[in-house]
């Protein structure tokens, strides 16, 4: 119980300040807190990132590795230098960008957290005067006008501050993203975000609302960011998916190949036994 008072302390204190600082300065705290995470989850991101390049550079490595080996068993033939070195090669340690890091905790400082503080004060005043009192009726306009209008901008917008304070790629750029990357992201992003915003107008203060979103943004920007850095994301979750259905069909033609040649086994063997039957009689 010592223990766990020593946790519990300090997070109501946090939790009392950050109330504190939320009353007295609203817009500056949404602002801090979307900065914060916002970061945090292009961080997370630029992980990701090193993850499938260390994938991909293991499964170059295990490749070179077999085509030395092979070239060995071959009499008088000797692996070549290309395979040696991308087999002994190793991939360069994460290095965190933290420029990029900085710019993506400024979008959440500069857009996220103003235009997500007003735009769910002003939205819970447009839902009460349409449906006054609350209810379901009032919590799916929320959510409605949430994923219709926020949606969008929101995911056009970080496109927009990606190619033009991010990566300097210009506007030629932000069009192959809306045109490639856009619909894929935003058909992620609904089939998310309405059952959050649900649960978040039905049971948290409207005070609290963008906090709630803000800390499931980490996951989320590290999405956004993920996806803002390829060039076709959707193409590679697809190649992912599709490169595990071949494994498994092959496992199953494998498998049904293995059944083919036991029943023809069995076959071979009652066969003779059918031959020699009318013979005895």
Not at 134 to 156: E, H, N, R, S
Not at 201 to 209: C, G, I
Not at 257 to 265: N, P
């Amino acid at each position: 119980m010592h223990n766990a008072s020593l946790i519990v302390s300090p997070l109501k204190q946090l939790w009392g300040a950050y109330e504190r600082q939320l009353e007295r300065r609203p817009v500056l705290t949404q602002m801090t807190t979307s900065a914060v995470l916002w970061c945090s989850g292009d961080v997370i991101a630029q992980r990701l990132e090193h993850w499938e390049k260390q994938q991909e550079f293991d499964e170059k490595r295990a490749a070179a590795a077999a085509a030395a080996s092979s070239r060995k068993a071959v009499k008088g033939a000797h692996p070549s230098s290309a395979e040696v070195g991308s087999s002994d090669a190793a991939l360069p340690p994460l290095d965190i960008d933290w420029r990029r890091a900085v710019m993506t905790g400024l979008f959440g400082s500069t857009f996220v957290g103003p235009v997500g503080h007003f735009w769910y004060i002003n939205l819970d005043k447009w839902c009460a005067r349409v449906f006054p009192g609350g209810g379901a009726k009032f919590i799916a306009a929320k959510v409605l006008l949430d994923t219709a209008a926020m949606g969008p901008f929101y995911v056009a917008a970080f496109f927009a501050w990606g190619c033009a304070l991010i990566d300097f790629s210009g506007m030629a750029e932000f069009k192959r993203k809306m045109a490639v990357d856009f619909l894929p992201t935003l058909a992620a992003e609904v089939t998310l975000w309405p059952v959050i915003q649900g649960i978040n107008f039905t049971f948290v203060p409207l005070k609290h609302q963008l906090l709630v979103v803000n800390t499931m943004t980490i996951f989320d920007a590290c999405f956004m960011s993920w996806s803002r850095n390829q060039d076709d994301w959707l193409a590679k979750v697809k190649g992912w998916i599709g490169a595990d259905g071949a494994v498994v069909a092959e496992e199953q033609q494998q498998q049904q190949g293995k059944k083919g040649s036991k029943k023809q086994q069995r076959q071979l063997e009652v066969a003779p036994l059918r031959l020699e039957g009318p013979g005895k009689r």
